[in-house]
């Protein structure tokens, strides 16, 4: 069953059409005009537009070009009461599949449907098996060797025909959009967009706006209509990272988005259908946020459909060597310096360390120790896992301090040696910097 418009400004023409393409199991939509019909489309995944080119003092050649310019343009058949060679010319040059001429044959126009229908049917499945190919190429991509990350890597390939949320839980950075990406790449959806956001990075009013959009008038600065993330991804995966974070009023409206597939910008007075797979990740505990009465119970059980728990890198031992070897080679091709490397010492300190920050921490590491030394080769003592302390061992004082203490003191340092600059610092501390403005609102 295929989705058709309709577009004529002839009642009878589109009512006679919509019966007969229903009669055929299709579902057909009707439009009057160039803005009905754009309205449609930009509520509905259409698959075919049939198109009168002369719509009273309008002419259908801009929807054509409008939507040959779409991100995922639907097929068109033309048909006019004044055909002419240089019309037919401009509606193929514009992306038309055909072209028919009033009175319309009922049989010719499904025959010519049927084509167009099957010829996309057999584009769809070629595009289906490049991307499957192309799902598991990233697949592979992903630096993991331990067993738990195998089983994850597996269980991505297993849910490619699933299109059902996924929540992804983990410290910072486990590598939580990594696997979102994964999901994305190896799905149905991996011709539709892929968009990513931070919750935690924008304030309230503007998450609001960014993720369902505003209409023109709707608060101060608000110059134009625009549409949210959710409708620019329309037809693929909308990735929310830190979901944890998110007040209860737009807990509320993201739940109603899942629930119903529609959102209502903000100043909207009606709903925009949306087909959108949304995969979620948090490095906080959901149900201990639900029990604390900060996040939704019903919210959690319309996200958690997939649950997928990324390890931290001290738990995945086996891993670090490789990911210690994959970003050398980054390095080495970023540079042109085929001849970076590490010694065996400096591998050891590497391995043997806990990485807090997880393969975010150990990349920044990496990459900071090669851009601090010119030489090309890096012993232990080259390594810096943290701000170098000002004597030879630990203070006498310091031996008595709480662990929350020493990672205060330690964050201190790293602000002060940085300029106060919290991006950077969370850069090098290997945390987001939602979780270090967190920390230093819980150190005061």
């Known amino acids: 069953m295929a989705t058709i418009l309709i577009v004529d400004d002839e009642l009878s023409i589109r009512k006679t059409l919509s019966m007969l393409l229903r009669a055929e199991g299709h579902a057909a939509l009707e439009a009057d005009g160039l803005e009905s019909a754009a309205a449609a489309l930009e509520r509905n995944q259409v698959d075919l537009v049939v198109l009168d080119l002369r719509l009273g003092d309008a002419s259908g050649m801009s929807l054509l070009a409008q939507i040959a310019a779409s991100a995922n343009p639907a097929e068109s058949i033309v048909m006019t009461a004044y055909a002419s060679i240089e019309t037919a010319v401009e509606a193929m040059r514009l992306g038309a599949y055909d072209y028919l001429t009033k009175p319309i044959n009922p049989d010719e126009l499904m025959l010519r449907i049927n084509k167009v229908l099957e010829k996309k049917s057999l584009r ?216 970076l490397s590490l010694t065996a010492a400096a591998r050891e300190m590497l391995l043997g360390y806990d990485w807090p920050g997880n393969v975010r921490q150990l990349e920044n590491i990496i990459a900071r120790s090669f851009a601090l030394h010119t030489e090309p080769v890096l012993d232990a003592g080259d390594i810096a896992l943290g701000p170098t302390p000002s004597g030879n061992g630990p203070r006498e004082d310091e031996t008595r301090l709480r662990l929350a203490d020493v990672e205060t003191r330690h964050i201190r340092r790293v602000l002060v040696a940085h300029g106060g600059n919290q991006v950077v610092a969370a850069r090098v501390l290997g945390i987001s910097r939602s979780t270090l403005r967190r920390k230093l609102d819980e150190a005061g």
């Open 124 to 339: 769809e499945e070629v595009t289906r098996l490049r991307e499957k190919l192309s799902g598991r190429d990233q697949l592979s991509q992903i630096v993991a060797g331990s067993p738990a990350m195998q089983g994850i890597i597996e269980l991505v390939e297993r849910i490619r025909n699933q299109d059902i949320p996924v929540l992804i839980t983990g410290e910072t950075g486990t590598g939580k959009e990594v696997i979102a990406r994964a999901i994305h790449a190896t799905s149905r959806r991996s011709r539709g967009p892929f968009i990513a956001v931070n919750c935690c990075a924008l304030p309230e009013e503007l998450l609001d706006s960014e993720l369902f959009g505003h209409v023109k008038g709707a608060f101060t600065g608000a110059t134009a209509n625009m549409r949210g993330l959710f409708q620019r991804a329309h037809g693929g995966t909308l990735f929310l990272d830190e979901i944890g974070d998110i007040s209860q009023r737009l807990q509320a409206k993201l739940l109603r988005v899942l629930q119903e597939g529609e959102v209502r910008p903000v100043g909207g007075e009606s709903e925009v259908k949306v087909d959108v797979r949304v995969v979620v990740a948090t490095n906080r505990d959901l149900d201990a946020l639900v029990a604390e009465g900060s996040f939704r119970s019903d919210l959690l059980f319309r996200l958690n459909v997939l649950p997928i728990a990324l390890p931290p890198l001290r738990e995945r031992r086996e891993d670090i060597a490789l990911l210690v070897d994959h970003f050398l080679a980054q390095l080495r091709k970023s540079r042109g310096r085929s001849d």
